[in-house]
Nanobody
């Protein structure tokens, strides 16, 4: 079993930046793709970004492409989400997740383990 703990959320003004971290413990990263999702109040959880366990393959939602960067440090069993040029519509609880098997994916159903989430609030 793996445990995922997100950190780095907070309140930031529009145009600002934040870096989220997701630390894994237990059975960690080897051969598992990782992803970031977010859920805004009153909305369904949505895909943000995914990365292969080697870091060589990445996928982004259109809404964050060019502004967010996903990366991984396998030595630290940590995945990051660098968020730049933040907009009020990026306000949400951000969750990291680990896939059950296979490569990168934007589908929630492919992810078996989830963190508790970290709040990101972008003020206008």
């Amino acid at each position: 079993q793996v445990q995922l703990v997100e950190s780095g959320g907070g309140l930031v003004q529009a145009g600002g930046s934040l870096r989220l971290s997701c630390a894994a413990s237990g059975r960690t990263f080897s051969n598992y793709a990782m992803g970031w999702f977010r859920q805004a109040p009153g909305k369904e959880r949505e895909f943000v970004a995914s990365i292969s366990w080697t870091g060589g393959l990445k996928m982004y939602a259109d809404s964050v492409k060019g502004r967010f960067t996903i990366s991984t440090d396998n030595a630290k069993s940590t995945v990051y989400l660098e968020m730049n040029s933040l907009k009020p519509e990026d306000t949400a609880v951000y969750y990291c997740a680990r896939k059950l098997s296979g490569g990168i994916s934007s589908s929630m159903k492919d992810y078996a383990s989830w963190g508790q989430g970290t709040q990101v609030t972008v003020s206008s």
